[in-house]
């Protein structure tokens, strides 16, 4: 169970096009969902928390709009990283948290998704 | 000070040892505490959430937590190479409102 799927899971593309990655929960309905950025030999940084059916939160230092997040349903939220620069490139992760399990706090990681800015 | 902490290694072990892995976490009010294994190029996964102060066991893998020291470890028992990877501690709870990760501990078991 709590399986988290990302598409796509790689992309290459020129600077100043925008990029959109789809995060899905497969077999249970997230409540929330959780975007990551990570760098080589970094740690996992948050961007946003996405709630279904309300704006995303942001963290400190992360441009909402560049990085528009949807989440419009219980089961899809994306990323859309608009005007991409070559900076952007990074390992892109989303996790999810389970509805069912009553505001428990395990997430679910979606295989990630490696941006290429040229 | 970094909310939470982990010896970034690398940290060696030959197979079949015990390889020992250390968190510590600055807020005291922390409730809730996850080992995250990360292969090389790919996303986390979860290995063990722990809640409550002292051993948890699951399989090879048994996380150990002291609250009153902040403190939250992980031992893998019967280390093998395919063990080898980066392990993330995170943390929840108290004044944080989302996970917070250490920055990893990578571990080679070496055959």
């Known amino acids: 169970g709590a399986v988290v799927s990302q598409h796509p899971s790689r992309v290459i593309c020129k600077s100043g096009t925008s990029v959109k990655i789809e995060c899905r929960s497969l077999?249970?309905?997230?409540?929330?969902m959780f975007w990551y950025r990570q760098f080589p030999k970094q740690s996992l940084m948050l961007m946003a928390t996405?709630?279904?059916?309300?704006?995303?939160?942001?963290e400190q230092g992360v441009e909402k709009d560049k990085f528009l997040i949807n989440h419009a349903s219980l089961t899809l939220s994306t990323l859309t990283v608009t005007s991409a620069h070559p900076e952007d490139s990074s390992f892109y992760i989303c996790?999810?948290?389970?509805?069912?399990?009553?505001?428990?706090?395990?997430?679910?990681f979606g295989p990630g998704t490696r941006l290429l800015v040229l | 000070q970094k909310e939470v902490e982990q010896n970034s290694g690398p940290l060696s072990v030959p197979e079949g040892a015990i390889a020992s892995l250390n968190c510590t976490y600055s807020?005291?009010?922390?409730?809730?505490f996850f080992w995250y294994r990360q292969y090389s190029g790919k996303s986390p996964e979860l290995i063990m959430s722990?809640?409550?102060?002292g051993d948890k066991e699951d399989g090879r893998f048994t996380a150990q937590l002291n609250k009153a020291s902040q403190y939250v470890s992980l031992l893998i028992r019967d280390s093998q190479p395919s063990d080898s990877a980066t392990y993330l501690c995170a943390v929840k709870g108290g004044s944080a409102r989302q996970l917070t990760f250490g920055s990893g501990t990578q571990l080679t078991v070496l055959p």
């Open positions: 996405s709630n279904e059916g309300s704006k995303a939160t942001y």
């Open positions: 077999d249970f309905q997230a409540t929330t």
């Open positions: 996790s999810a948290r389970d509805r069912a399990s009553g505001g428990g706090e395990t997430q679910y």
């Open positions: 722990i809640y409550s102060n």
């Open positions: 807020d005291r009010g922390s409730q809730s």
